[in-house]
Protein backbone atom coordinates (compact mmCIF):
# COMPACT_ATOMS: atom_id res chain seq x y z
CA UNK A 1 0.00 0.00 0.00
CA UNK A 2 1.22 3.39 -0.85
CA UNK A 3 0.72 6.58 1.58
CA UNK A 4 0.50 9.51 -0.07
CA UNK A 5 1.32 12.19 2.98
CA UNK A 6 -0.62 15.83 2.87
CA UNK A 7 1.97 18.46 1.55
CA UNK A 8 2.14 21.65 -0.11
CA UNK A 9 0.77 20.80 -3.34
CA UNK A 10 -2.61 22.64 -2.46
CA UNK A 11 -0.78 26.04 -1.54
CA UNK A 12 1.40 25.16 -4.88
CA UNK A 13 -1.93 24.96 -7.09
CA UNK A 14 -3.26 27.92 -5.37
CA UNK A 15 0.00 30.04 -6.34
CA UNK A 16 0.79 28.37 -9.76
CA UNK A 17 -3.06 29.46 -10.90
CA UNK A 18 -2.36 33.31 -9.59
CA UNK A 19 1.08 33.13 -11.22
CA UNK A 20 -0.83 32.03 -14.37
CA UNK A 21 -2.60 35.25 -14.16
CA UNK A 22 0.16 37.49 -14.33
CA UNK A 23 1.97 35.89 -16.86
CA UNK A 24 -1.02 34.43 -19.09
CA UNK A 25 0.48 31.23 -19.66
CA UNK A 26 0.19 27.86 -17.79
CA UNK A 27 2.57 27.03 -14.94
CA UNK A 28 3.42 23.94 -13.66
CA UNK A 29 3.22 22.59 -9.96
CA UNK A 30 5.55 19.52 -9.18
CA UNK A 31 5.86 17.93 -5.73
CA UNK A 32 7.86 15.05 -5.12
CA UNK A 33 7.01 12.17 -2.56
CA UNK A 34 9.01 9.27 -0.91
CA UNK A 35 6.69 6.48 -0.65
CA UNK A 36 7.13 3.18 -0.18
CA UNK A 37 8.75 0.93 -3.40
CA UNK A 38 6.34 -0.06 -6.25
CA UNK A 39 7.18 -3.01 -8.88
CA UNK A 40 7.89 -0.51 -11.38
CA UNK A 41 6.59 -2.69 -14.52
CA UNK A 42 3.25 -2.57 -12.33
CA UNK A 43 3.41 1.12 -11.94
CA UNK A 44 3.33 0.99 -15.82
CA UNK A 45 0.62 -1.70 -16.17
CA UNK A 46 -1.39 0.34 -13.36
CA UNK A 47 -1.70 3.70 -16.12
CA UNK A 48 -2.79 1.35 -19.18
CA UNK A 49 -6.44 1.78 -19.08
CA UNK A 50 -6.64 5.66 -17.96
CA UNK A 51 -3.10 6.91 -20.27
CA UNK A 52 -2.76 4.17 -22.64
CA UNK A 53 -0.57 6.22 -25.34
CA UNK A 54 0.63 8.20 -22.73
CA UNK A 55 3.62 6.51 -20.49
CA UNK A 56 7.12 5.62 -20.78
CA UNK A 57 9.55 2.95 -19.09
CA UNK A 58 12.71 3.57 -18.27
CA UNK A 59 15.62 1.18 -16.76
CA UNK A 60 19.25 1.74 -17.07
CA UNK A 61 21.77 -1.22 -17.31
CA UNK A 62 22.86 -1.23 -14.04
CA UNK A 63 19.43 -1.75 -12.22
CA UNK A 64 19.89 1.39 -10.08
CA UNK A 65 17.39 4.03 -12.16
CA UNK A 66 13.94 3.05 -12.98
CA UNK A 67 11.85 6.33 -14.15
CA UNK A 68 8.20 5.21 -15.55
CA UNK A 69 5.80 7.98 -16.52
CA UNK A 70 1.91 8.35 -16.63
CA UNK A 71 0.19 10.77 -18.65
CA UNK A 72 1.49 13.52 -20.38
CA UNK A 73 1.15 17.13 -18.25
CA UNK A 74 3.32 19.11 -20.80
CA UNK A 75 4.33 17.85 -24.43
CA UNK A 76 7.20 19.56 -26.15
CA UNK A 77 7.69 17.92 -29.98
CA UNK A 78 8.84 19.73 -32.93
CA UNK A 79 9.33 18.90 -36.45
CA UNK A 80 11.71 21.69 -37.44
CA UNK A 81 15.13 20.25 -38.57
CA UNK A 82 17.46 23.19 -37.36
CA UNK A 83 18.68 23.73 -33.83
CA UNK A 84 16.32 21.24 -32.95
CA UNK A 85 18.22 20.36 -29.93
CA UNK A 86 18.21 23.58 -29.02
CA UNK A 87 14.62 24.78 -29.40
CA UNK A 88 13.71 21.44 -27.56
CA UNK A 89 16.69 22.70 -24.42
CA UNK A 90 15.10 26.54 -24.86
CA UNK A 91 11.16 25.23 -24.51
CA UNK A 92 11.62 23.12 -21.45
CA UNK A 93 14.67 25.90 -19.51
CA UNK A 94 11.26 28.30 -19.89
CA UNK A 95 8.95 25.70 -18.84
CA UNK A 96 11.11 24.83 -15.52
CA UNK A 97 12.34 28.39 -14.37
CA UNK A 98 8.24 29.35 -14.22
CA UNK A 99 7.53 26.55 -12.37
CA UNK A 100 6.79 26.08 -8.93
CA UNK A 101 9.00 22.76 -7.22
CA UNK A 102 8.30 21.06 -4.14
CA UNK A 103 11.51 18.70 -3.63
CA UNK A 104 12.98 18.26 -0.80
CA UNK A 105 15.28 15.65 -2.04
CA UNK A 106 18.74 15.38 -3.68
CA UNK A 107 18.09 12.58 -5.75
CA UNK A 108 18.25 12.50 -9.56
CA UNK A 109 15.39 11.80 -11.86
CA UNK A 110 12.74 13.10 -9.33
CA UNK A 111 10.44 16.26 -9.57
CA UNK A 112 9.89 17.48 -13.02
CA UNK A 113 11.69 15.39 -16.03
CA UNK A 114 11.20 15.27 -19.73
CA UNK A 115 11.35 11.76 -21.03
CA UNK A 116 11.34 11.25 -24.96
CA UNK A 117 13.77 12.02 -27.72
CA UNK A 118 14.91 13.14 -31.58
CA UNK A 119 14.10 11.31 -34.83
CA UNK A 120 17.00 10.03 -36.55
CA UNK A 121 17.46 11.94 -39.44
CA UNK A 122 14.92 14.89 -39.35
CA UNK A 123 15.53 16.23 -43.57
CA UNK A 124 14.52 12.33 -44.20
CA UNK A 125 11.14 12.15 -45.88
CA UNK A 126 8.38 10.91 -43.30
CA UNK A 127 6.37 7.92 -43.82
CA UNK A 128 3.41 6.47 -42.10
CA UNK A 129 5.30 4.15 -39.99
CA UNK A 130 6.17 6.78 -37.69
CA UNK A 131 3.13 9.35 -38.50
CA UNK A 132 2.41 9.18 -34.55
CA UNK A 133 5.92 11.05 -33.30
CA UNK A 134 7.56 14.18 -34.09
CA UNK A 135 11.14 14.39 -35.14
CA UNK A 136 11.04 15.77 -31.83
CA UNK A 137 9.51 14.46 -28.92
CA UNK A 138 9.09 14.97 -25.24
CA UNK A 139 6.68 14.42 -22.77
CA UNK A 140 6.06 15.60 -19.05
CA UNK A 141 4.55 13.06 -16.90
CA UNK A 142 1.69 13.86 -14.70
CA UNK A 143 2.60 11.04 -12.40
CA UNK A 144 5.94 9.36 -12.28
CA UNK A 145 7.33 6.85 -9.95
CA UNK A 146 11.14 7.08 -9.47
CA UNK A 147 13.33 4.23 -8.09
CA UNK A 148 16.74 5.75 -7.53
CA UNK A 149 19.62 3.03 -5.93
CA UNK A 150 16.68 1.24 -3.87
CA UNK A 151 14.56 4.62 -2.61
CA UNK A 152 11.34 5.55 -4.61
CA UNK A 153 9.56 8.34 -5.34
CA UNK A 154 6.55 9.79 -6.70
CA UNK A 155 6.42 13.07 -8.30
CA UNK A 156 3.20 14.57 -8.75
CA UNK A 157 2.93 17.36 -12.14
CA UNK A 158 -0.01 19.64 -12.60
CA UNK A 159 -0.14 22.12 -15.10
CA UNK A 160 -2.09 25.68 -13.99
CA UNK A 161 -3.86 27.66 -15.87
CA UNK A 162 -5.41 31.46 -15.14
CA UNK A 163 -9.07 29.91 -15.71
CA UNK A 164 -8.66 27.02 -13.11
CA UNK A 165 -9.45 26.96 -9.15
CA UNK A 166 -8.70 24.82 -6.22
CA UNK A 167 -10.77 21.71 -7.11
CA UNK A 168 -7.85 21.00 -9.57
CA UNK A 169 -6.03 19.79 -6.13
CA UNK A 170 -9.67 17.56 -5.57
CA UNK A 171 -9.26 15.85 -9.17
CA UNK A 172 -5.57 15.34 -8.95
CA UNK A 173 -5.70 13.78 -5.60
CA UNK A 174 -8.51 11.48 -6.71
CA UNK A 175 -6.33 10.42 -10.22
CA UNK A 176 -3.28 9.88 -8.41
CA UNK A 177 -5.06 7.84 -5.80
CA UNK A 178 -6.53 5.53 -8.45
CA UNK A 179 -4.19 4.96 -9.96
CA UNK A 180 -2.14 3.91 -6.94
CA UNK A 181 -5.15 1.67 -5.95
CA UNK A 182 -5.32 -0.12 -9.36
CA UNK A 183 -1.49 -1.53 -9.03
CA UNK A 184 -1.61 -5.15 -9.22
CA UNK A 185 1.71 -6.76 -8.37
CA UNK A 186 0.79 -9.98 -10.49
CA UNK A 187 0.07 -8.78 -14.03
CA UNK A 188 -1.69 -10.90 -16.57
CA UNK A 189 0.72 -12.46 -18.99
CA UNK A 190 -1.46 -13.71 -21.97
CA UNK A 191 0.74 -15.66 -25.01
CA UNK A 192 0.33 -14.38 -28.57
CA UNK A 193 0.78 -16.40 -31.78
CA UNK A 194 3.68 -14.94 -34.45
CA UNK A 195 1.40 -15.02 -38.06
CA UNK A 196 3.58 -13.59 -40.33
CA UNK A 197 7.49 -12.32 -40.27
CA UNK A 198 7.79 -10.41 -43.49
CA UNK A 199 11.58 -9.40 -44.44
CA UNK A 200 11.42 -5.78 -45.94
CA UNK A 201 13.05 -6.17 -49.55
CA UNK A 202 16.42 -8.03 -48.31
CA UNK A 203 17.64 -8.55 -51.75
CA UNK A 204 16.92 -5.11 -52.51
CA UNK A 205 19.32 -4.45 -49.34
CA UNK A 206 21.98 -6.74 -49.90
CA UNK A 207 22.29 -4.52 -53.22
CA UNK A 208 22.65 -1.38 -51.58
CA UNK A 209 25.47 -2.47 -49.42
CA UNK A 210 27.35 -4.32 -52.35
CA UNK A 211 26.87 -0.70 -54.18
CA UNK A 212 28.31 1.40 -50.94
CA UNK A 213 30.88 -1.16 -50.55
CA UNK A 214 31.80 0.03 -54.23
CA UNK A 215 31.44 3.44 -53.39
CA UNK A 216 33.58 3.48 -50.25
CA UNK A 217 36.83 2.08 -52.47
CA UNK A 218 36.92 4.97 -54.50
CA UNK A 219 35.09 8.27 -52.45
CA UNK A 220 35.82 9.88 -49.45
CA UNK A 221 33.65 8.29 -47.67
CA UNK A 222 34.90 6.00 -44.87
CA UNK A 223 31.80 4.24 -43.44
CA UNK A 224 27.98 3.85 -44.15
CA UNK A 225 25.44 1.90 -41.59
CA UNK A 226 22.62 0.94 -43.44
CA UNK A 227 19.27 -0.29 -41.66
CA UNK A 228 16.46 -2.13 -42.54
CA UNK A 229 12.99 -3.40 -40.81
CA UNK A 230 11.46 -6.79 -40.65
CA UNK A 231 7.85 -6.64 -39.98
CA UNK A 232 5.92 -8.99 -37.41
CA UNK A 233 1.96 -9.58 -37.74
CA UNK A 234 0.42 -11.10 -34.64
CA UNK A 235 -2.77 -13.26 -33.71
CA UNK A 236 -3.93 -10.49 -31.15
CA UNK A 237 -2.59 -6.97 -30.05
CA UNK A 238 0.52 -6.74 -28.28
CA UNK A 239 1.03 -6.51 -24.49
CA UNK A 240 3.28 -3.89 -23.74
CA UNK A 241 3.47 -4.98 -20.63
CA UNK A 242 4.60 -8.73 -21.71
CA UNK A 243 7.22 -7.66 -23.69
CA UNK A 244 8.81 -5.63 -21.33
CA UNK A 245 8.84 -7.90 -18.72
CA UNK A 246 10.46 -10.72 -21.04
CA UNK A 247 13.22 -7.26 -21.69
CA UNK A 248 13.83 -7.37 -18.56
CA UNK A 249 13.78 -10.65 -17.87
CA UNK A 250 16.19 -11.36 -20.69
CA UNK A 251 18.19 -8.48 -21.41
CA UNK A 252 19.08 -7.29 -18.05
CA UNK A 253 21.73 -5.45 -18.86
CA UNK A 254 20.56 -2.77 -21.03
CA UNK A 255 18.49 0.40 -21.47
CA UNK A 256 15.19 -0.82 -21.64
CA UNK A 257 12.71 1.80 -22.87
CA UNK A 258 9.30 1.95 -23.77
CA UNK A 259 7.53 5.51 -25.01
CA UNK A 260 4.05 5.63 -26.37
CA UNK A 261 2.49 8.05 -28.32
CA UNK A 262 -1.06 8.34 -29.32
CA UNK A 263 -1.49 4.59 -29.30
CA UNK A 264 2.01 2.94 -30.72
CA UNK A 265 5.03 2.38 -28.46
CA UNK A 266 8.45 3.12 -29.39
CA UNK A 267 10.31 -0.09 -27.42
CA UNK A 268 13.50 -1.34 -27.13
CA UNK A 269 17.26 -3.15 -25.21
CA UNK A 270 19.83 -1.23 -25.99
CA UNK A 271 23.23 -2.10 -24.65
CA UNK A 272 24.41 1.62 -25.92
CA UNK A 273 24.70 4.64 -24.09
CA UNK A 274 24.81 7.30 -25.73
CA UNK A 275 25.40 9.85 -22.72
CA UNK A 276 25.27 10.30 -19.13
CA UNK A 277 25.49 13.56 -17.26
CA UNK A 278 25.08 13.42 -13.87
CA UNK A 279 25.85 17.35 -12.50
CA UNK A 280 29.59 17.97 -13.92
CA UNK A 281 30.37 14.30 -15.02
CA UNK A 282 29.59 12.45 -18.17
CA UNK A 283 29.93 9.55 -19.01
CA UNK A 284 29.72 7.79 -22.82
CA UNK A 285 30.20 4.59 -24.72
CA UNK A 286 32.37 3.88 -27.84
CA UNK A 287 30.43 0.57 -29.03
CA UNK A 288 30.90 -0.86 -32.95
CA UNK A 289 32.22 -4.21 -34.15
CA UNK A 290 30.01 -7.54 -33.24
CA UNK A 291 30.28 -11.25 -33.11
CA UNK A 292 27.68 -13.40 -32.47
CA UNK A 293 27.44 -15.91 -28.45
CA UNK A 294 28.92 -19.10 -28.57
CA UNK A 295 27.25 -21.68 -28.20
CA UNK A 296 29.31 -23.58 -25.25
CA UNK A 297 31.72 -21.34 -22.37
CA UNK A 298 34.78 -22.57 -25.00
CA UNK A 299 33.13 -21.95 -28.15
CA UNK A 300 31.88 -18.04 -26.63
CA UNK A 301 35.78 -17.41 -25.66
CA UNK A 302 36.89 -18.58 -28.98
CA UNK A 303 34.87 -15.78 -30.87
CA UNK A 304 35.11 -13.22 -28.28
CA UNK A 305 39.21 -13.75 -28.88
CA UNK A 306 38.15 -13.50 -32.84
CA UNK A 307 36.11 -10.36 -32.35
CA UNK A 308 39.28 -8.43 -30.45
CA UNK A 309 41.95 -9.62 -32.98
CA UNK A 310 39.75 -8.45 -36.01
CA UNK A 311 41.30 -6.04 -38.11
CA UNK A 312 37.49 -4.90 -39.86
CA UNK A 313 35.89 -4.56 -36.77
CA UNK A 314 38.74 -3.17 -35.25
CA UNK A 315 39.28 -0.26 -37.78
CA UNK A 316 35.02 0.23 -37.61
CA UNK A 317 35.48 0.50 -33.53
CA UNK A 318 38.23 2.70 -33.77
CA UNK A 319 36.35 5.34 -36.14
CA UNK A 320 34.05 5.80 -32.81
CA UNK A 321 36.55 5.93 -30.41
CA UNK A 322 38.23 8.92 -32.49
CA UNK A 323 35.17 10.56 -33.24
CA UNK A 324 33.32 10.36 -29.84
CA UNK A 325 36.89 11.44 -27.95
CA UNK A 326 37.00 14.59 -29.94
CA UNK A 327 33.42 15.69 -29.14
CA UNK A 328 34.46 15.09 -25.54
CA UNK A 329 37.30 17.25 -25.76
CA UNK A 330 35.20 19.81 -27.51
CA UNK A 331 32.62 19.79 -24.27
CA UNK A 332 35.09 18.95 -21.17
CA UNK A 333 37.81 19.96 -19.70
CA UNK A 334 39.13 16.66 -19.43
CA UNK A 335 38.31 13.08 -20.63
CA UNK A 336 39.95 9.47 -20.03
CA UNK A 337 39.48 6.20 -21.45
CA UNK A 338 41.34 2.83 -21.75
CA UNK A 339 43.93 2.26 -24.80
CA UNK A 340 42.20 -0.73 -25.81
CA UNK A 341 38.34 -1.73 -26.47
CA UNK A 342 36.77 -4.59 -24.15
CA UNK A 343 34.19 -6.99 -24.89
CA UNK A 344 30.64 -6.46 -23.74
CA UNK A 345 28.52 -9.94 -23.93
CA UNK A 346 24.75 -9.67 -24.43
CA UNK A 347 22.12 -12.60 -24.14
CA UNK A 348 22.45 -13.21 -27.96
CA UNK A 349 25.55 -10.85 -29.36
CA UNK A 350 28.84 -9.45 -27.95
CA UNK A 351 30.51 -6.07 -28.66
CA UNK A 352 33.44 -4.19 -28.74
CA UNK A 353 33.28 -1.96 -26.35
CA UNK A 354 35.29 1.27 -24.91
CA UNK A 355 34.03 3.53 -21.65
CA UNK A 356 34.25 7.50 -21.66
CA UNK A 357 34.12 9.55 -18.78
CA UNK A 358 34.48 13.47 -18.86
CA UNK A 359 34.15 16.61 -16.82
CA UNK A 360 32.19 19.29 -18.73
CA UNK A 361 32.79 22.65 -18.85
CA UNK A 362 30.06 25.34 -17.18
CA UNK A 363 28.33 25.96 -20.50
CA UNK A 364 28.13 22.55 -21.65
CA UNK A 365 24.33 20.80 -21.44
CA UNK A 366 23.21 17.35 -21.63
CA UNK A 367 21.18 18.23 -24.82
CA UNK A 368 24.41 20.21 -26.52
CA UNK A 369 26.12 17.15 -25.43
CA UNK A 370 23.56 14.81 -27.23
CA UNK A 371 23.42 17.05 -30.46
CA UNK A 372 27.03 17.22 -31.10
CA UNK A 373 27.28 13.91 -30.96
CA UNK A 374 23.91 12.07 -32.50
CA UNK A 375 24.94 10.43 -34.80
CA UNK A 376 28.00 8.62 -33.73
CA UNK A 377 29.89 6.25 -36.70
CA UNK A 378 28.45 3.26 -35.17
CA UNK A 379 25.09 4.69 -36.41
CA UNK A 380 25.70 6.92 -38.97
CA UNK A 381 29.04 6.18 -40.72
CA UNK A 382 32.04 8.71 -41.29
CA UNK A 383 32.40 11.62 -42.26
CA UNK A 384 29.26 11.93 -40.14
CA UNK A 385 27.35 14.52 -43.04
CA UNK A 386 28.05 12.45 -46.21
CA UNK A 387 27.55 9.23 -44.29
CA UNK A 388 24.03 10.75 -43.19
CA UNK A 389 23.15 12.16 -46.38
CA UNK A 390 24.17 8.90 -48.09
CA UNK A 391 21.95 6.76 -45.58
CA UNK A 392 19.02 9.59 -46.62
CA UNK A 393 19.64 8.99 -50.38
CA UNK A 394 19.95 4.88 -50.31
CA UNK A 395 18.09 3.66 -47.51
CA UNK A 396 14.58 2.42 -47.73
CA UNK A 397 13.52 2.71 -44.31
CA UNK A 398 12.26 5.43 -42.53
CA UNK A 399 14.32 5.07 -39.45
CA UNK A 400 12.26 7.32 -37.21
CA UNK A 401 13.24 7.08 -33.72
CA UNK A 402 15.42 3.93 -34.05
CA UNK A 403 19.50 4.50 -34.08
CA UNK A 404 18.34 8.05 -32.18
CA UNK A 405 18.76 9.59 -28.94
CA UNK A 406 16.07 8.53 -26.62
CA UNK A 407 16.22 9.18 -22.64
CA UNK A 408 15.15 12.05 -20.18
CA UNK A 409 16.42 14.69 -18.27
CA UNK A 410 15.62 16.51 -15.12
CA UNK A 411 15.02 20.09 -13.59
CA UNK A 412 18.49 20.25 -12.58
CA UNK A 413 19.89 18.91 -16.00
CA UNK A 414 20.88 16.01 -15.15
CA UNK A 415 20.01 12.94 -17.51
CA UNK A 416 20.94 10.32 -19.63
CA UNK A 417 20.61 9.08 -23.57
CA UNK A 418 20.80 5.89 -25.04
CA UNK A 419 21.03 4.93 -28.34
CA UNK A 420 17.98 3.44 -29.51
CA UNK A 421 18.56 -0.01 -30.81
CA UNK A 422 17.85 -3.56 -30.37
CA UNK A 423 14.26 -1.60 -30.79
CA UNK A 424 10.79 -1.98 -32.39
CA UNK A 425 7.44 0.03 -33.06
CA UNK A 426 4.35 -1.85 -31.84
CA UNK A 427 1.15 -0.83 -33.78
CA UNK A 428 -1.43 -2.65 -32.13
CA UNK A 429 -0.96 -6.35 -33.26
CA UNK A 430 1.79 -5.21 -35.50
CA UNK A 431 5.42 -4.43 -35.31
CA UNK A 432 8.37 -3.29 -36.92
CA UNK A 433 11.85 -4.43 -35.94
CA UNK A 434 15.09 -2.70 -36.76
CA UNK A 435 18.59 -3.23 -37.30
CA UNK A 436 21.40 -1.57 -38.67
CA UNK A 437 25.43 -2.65 -39.76
CA UNK A 438 28.30 -0.22 -40.62
CA UNK A 439 29.40 -0.80 -44.16
CA UNK A 440 33.14 -0.36 -44.97
CA UNK A 441 35.12 -1.01 -48.01
CA UNK A 442 35.54 -4.99 -47.41
CA UNK A 443 32.09 -5.31 -46.06
CA UNK A 444 30.35 -8.87 -47.31
CA UNK A 445 26.09 -7.89 -48.17
CA UNK A 446 25.65 -11.74 -47.04
CA UNK A 447 27.70 -11.27 -43.61
CA UNK A 448 26.10 -7.98 -43.24
CA UNK A 449 22.37 -9.28 -43.94
CA UNK A 450 23.18 -12.32 -41.22
CA UNK A 451 24.55 -9.78 -39.05
CA UNK A 452 21.20 -8.16 -39.00
CA UNK A 453 19.37 -11.31 -38.55
CA UNK A 454 21.12 -11.86 -35.23
CA UNK A 455 20.14 -7.97 -34.29
CA UNK A 456 17.07 -8.59 -34.93
CA UNK A 457 17.07 -11.58 -32.16
CA UNK A 458 16.69 -9.74 -28.70
CA UNK A 459 13.31 -7.99 -29.85
CA UNK A 460 11.86 -10.58 -31.98
CA UNK A 461 12.36 -13.13 -29.23
CA UNK A 462 10.78 -10.33 -26.68
CA UNK A 463 7.55 -9.78 -28.50
CA UNK A 464 7.49 -14.07 -28.38
CA UNK A 465 8.35 -14.15 -32.32
CA UNK A 466 11.18 -17.29 -30.98
CA UNK A 467 13.00 -18.33 -28.40
Request: aromatic letters at 8%.
Amino acid sequence: MVTIQDTELKEGIQEAIERAKVLSKPVLVSEVQKINHIDPLSFYAAGKSRFFGERFFWKDPSGETYIIGLGVCKQIQSDQSAGRFNSVEKEWKRFIDESIVFNPYDNKAIGPVMFGGFSFDPLKEKTKLWSKYSDSLFHVPTFMYSEVKGQAFLTTNVVCTQHDDLSLFEKVGVERGAVLDSIENDLPQQGNVLLKEVDINPEKWMNTVEAIVEELKTGSLKKVVLARESRLVFEKRIEIERVLSNLMELQRESFIFAFESNGDCFIGASPERLIKKYGESVFTTCLAGSIPRGKTEEDDHILGDALLSDQKNLTEHQYVVDMIKEAMEESCTEVELPDKPQLMKMRDIQHLYTPVIGKTRDDASLLALVDRLHPTPALGGLPKKEAVEKIREVEELDRGFYAAPLGWVDFKGNGEYAVAIRSGLIQGNEASIFAGCGVVQDSNAESEYQETKIKFRPMLTALGGNK
